[in-house]
């Protein structure tokens, strides 16, 4: 009898073909995809946006650049100086705060000789990506004790000079070997690499709002907020399968509305139940950890209507290609984890390999958090949003055409 | 009902077809105000095309469609005067009756305040009351199909399309269902009732026609079709008490009967034309044991033997030529 069971089960999966390719393609399929994009958090693969500004312009700091530019995941760009711009510590701070570098390097003093400054390089980094800026930290202190082991006793010496008086020819010389010696074995392998940790000085940027949040609050607001907005839409869209198998859909067919009313009242009804869902989120972010959703309202709301619209449509599409509830179910499992996987809700992109953080602005999430962190965080206004907002929007449309072209071709079934 | 109704619904010379098949060709048909029509026919006769049709979600390749004078594939209008009472319990489970006759009353197009007074007189006039206020999925499958065909024509449609309204339901519920029925033809609804269940046809249905071969013909009252088709021909069956040997079936044929292959090897059935010549015949039976033997007028059930060529019974000859008597 047990064999009876399982032979119709088995029977049921196998005469629905578009829930069998869903059961046995899609789980192999999240796992390349969850294994690229976790395979990230632990540095492998990673791809960092970093922007640098080299203000010594010393023969050490070009070396260092050259140096900085062989590591792997670092997508270097250099600020060009030229021009006589001395604020490159406020143009860093500017684009790791756009989100347009994942950090920043400032070579701000002539790292062997200048010892007056607190640290000759400066790393700049997003509370709200405070993993980028520890991975720069640690990956420049590994640099220089790698390949700039004499530097600190270089700046030692130098201080020495000014406070004891200068050394002796002599001294001078035995001191050029000794420096010598270090560099000849760091090359080798053979000596034992000073601390560097005083060289670089970790900077944290905090968010342009001026509310006390360390960015993960705007960011995992968001990130979780489109989660559940294509969760529950998906859900929500499936009762569309329910109806069309009950008859309702068929009655209300017959009825004057027609396929464009049940099609679009119900995606109507998922975007406002998203609506409500999203405020719920952020008032919490707001009551717990003060963020300033008021003074930011009417930009959160422009967002938050346009990305639960995206997740309500992009639930009823799917609903409209399945045929069954058990093709629904999986597609709608697999497209939610996918979407969020790649789309940043469950890892910030930056710490995801290139290619897959390129991937990720075909999702509706990674707008949707860009949009939210850009209120919330960067402090953007409606002439930096627009974008994620004419994305959020066009597909959204583009999404509800095809379910009601669906709908029509249902009804004509 | 009389013919010199007005017509509510008219199918003329309508064609359909399904690529590489032909479903409906030259189909015609009128319903008439207050009329309930029995649309008969085998599985995929092209039924369930004609309903689409006729709610304006196909489009046919040639011919007209009128609802109430109008093409319901083009107007809300005609598409808001009829009613469609499908197969299954088509209403929202987790709703109330009265929740489930106010949505699609307003579904149907009517404003919340006359969808709500219409909901509550539906439900008086289809005999909800005691369950108005009980979740559908509470419900038993007699008050669902109740509550299925009241939300049907809680926007008082002028049209009720009925497909197998009252499927797996026990027989009193059924008969409660078919007087409502016959109750809102009286009122004047014209109904268009799809159903296997051939004695609810015959009961309920004013004028009945057979979808064959994508025309229905014969359309006429059961009364008409069964005279025209049996010409006074009466149904005989014979029911013996085990299945009979080769010299007992040669006898049993020789005299018109022939073998009923839905009933099984020991009933039979022929054609007489009174009660006296199945009793001279049933002389000949005398040492045949013989269980139970009678005779009846022909039904529905015998048309449709006739009409879709199924094996067996004597009275699938129909007798064309007394038509007109």
């Given amino acids: ?413 | 009902m009389s013919l010199s109704e007005p017509v509510v619904a008219a199918l003329q010379d309508v064609r359909f077809d399904y690529p590489g098949q032909t479903v409906l060709a030259e189909l015609d048909l009128e319903l008439i105000r207050g009329e309930c029509f029995g649309l008969l026919g085998p599985n995929g006769a092209g039924k369930s095309t004609l309903i689409k049709l006729l709610c304006g979600r196909l489009q046919p390749a040639s011919g007209r469609i009128l609802v109430n004078g109008q093409n319901p594939k083009l107007s809300a209008a005609a598409r808001r005067s009829m009613g469609l009472v499908p197969q299954q319990v088509a209403l929202y489970r987790h709703l109330s009756v009265l929740e489930n006759l106010i949505a699609f009353a307003q579904l149907s197009g009517c404003r919340r305040s006359a969808a709500r007074s219409a909901a509550k007189q539906t439900i008086r006039r289809c005999g909800l009351t005691s369950v108005a206020q009980r979740p559908v999925h509470e419900l038993s499958g007699g008050w669902q199909r109740r509550a299925n065909i009241a939300c049907g024509v809680v926007h008082a449609p002028s049209l009720l399309v009925l497909d197998e309204p009252t499927v797996g339901v026990d027989l009193p519920a059924r008969l409660e269902i078919e007087h409502l029925l016959a109750e809102m033809a009286s009122n004047g609804m014209t109904i268009l009732l799809i159903s296997h269940d051939l004695d609810q046809v015959e009961r309920l249905a004013d004028r009945v026609g057979f979808l064959v071969r994508g025309a229905i013909e014969p359309i006429g009252s059961p009364a008409e079709l069964l005279k025209r088709f049996f010409s006074g021909r009466f149904e005989w069956r014979v029911m013996l008490d085990q299945a009979p040997e080769a010299g007992v079936q040669q006898l049993l044929t020789d005299l018109g009967l022939e073998a009923d292959p839905a009933a099984g090897p020991m009933h039979w059935l022929g054609a007489v034309h009174s009660d006296q010549q199945a009793s001279q015949r049933m002389r000949k039976l005398e040492h045949v044991a013989v269980k139970e033997w009678r005779v009846r007028q022909p039904g529905l059930d015998a048309l449709w033997r006739a009409l879709f060529d199924q094996p067996g019974p004597g009275m699938n000859q129909p007798d064309v030529s007394g038509s007109s008597a």
Wanted: hydrophobic share 55%.
């Fill in chain 1, 1 to 413: 009898m047990i064999l009876t069971v399982l032979r119709i089960m088995w029977l049921g999966l196998w005469r629905d073909r578009g829930a069998l390719v869903l059961a046995f393609l899609f789980p192999p399929l999240l796992f390349v995809v969850f294994a690229e994009v976790f395979s990230g958090s632990t540095g492998e693969g990673l791809a960092l946006n970093i922007a640098l500004a080299d203000q010594s312009q010393s023969g050490f700091s070009r070396q260092l650049i050259d140096s900085i530019e062989t590591i792997d995941g670092f997508e270097l760009s250099v600020l060009d100086l030229q021009g006589g711009l001395p604020a490159a510590d406020d143009q860093l701070s500017d684009l790791v705060r756009r989100g347009a570098a994942d950090a920043a390097i400032w070579v701000r003093a002539e790292l062997s000789s200048d010892i007056d400054s607190d640290a000759p390089i400066v790393v700049i980094g997003d509370s709200s990506k405070a993993l980028a800026l520890a991975v720069v930290q640690g990956r420049l202190q590994g640099l220089l004790q790698q390949e700039f082991p004499a530097l600190n006793v270089a700046r030692a010496v130098t201080l020495v000079d000014i406070l004891a008086g200068p050394y002796s020819p002599e001294q001078q010389q035995l001191l050029d070997e000794v420096l010598a010696e270090m560099e000849a074995e760091a090359a080798t392998g053979e000596a034992m690499p000073e601390p560097v940790n005083s060289l670089i000085e970790p900077r944290m940027l905090q968010g342009a709002t001026g509310v006390d949040d360390d960015g993960g609050i705007s960011y995992y607001a968001g990130a979780v907020a489109i989660l559940f907005l294509l969760f529950s839409a998906m859900q929500g869209a499936i009762s569309l399968i329910d109806e069309r198998s009950s008859g309702i859909v068929d009655r209300l067919l017959a009825g004057p509305g027609g396929a464009g009313v049940v099609v679009f009242g119900k995606g109507l009804f998922l975007n406002l139940q998203g609506l409500v869902q999203v405020s719920l989120i952020f008032a919490l972010a707001w009551w717990v950890y003060g963020i300033d959703w008021f003074g930011k309202f009417d930009l959160w709301l422009v967002t938050a209507v346009l990305a639960s619209a995206n997740a309500a449509w992009l639930a009823m599409l799917t609903a409209s290609l399945c045929a069954t509830r058990q093709q629904a179910q999986t597609a709608a499992a697999f497209l939610v984890l996918i979407l969020s996987a790649i789309g940043g809700s469950m890892m910030p992109r930056f710490l995801m390999p290139g290619w897959l953080r390129e991937l990720g602005w075909l999702t509706p999430n990674a707008w949707a958090i860009e949009a939210w962190q850009g209120i919330f965080w960067r402090g953007q206004s409606w002439s930096e949003l627009w974008l994620a907002w004419l994305v959020l929007g066009l597909t959204a449309l583009l999404a509800m055409w095809l379910s009601l072209v669906l709908s029509t071709r249902y009804a004509r079934a």
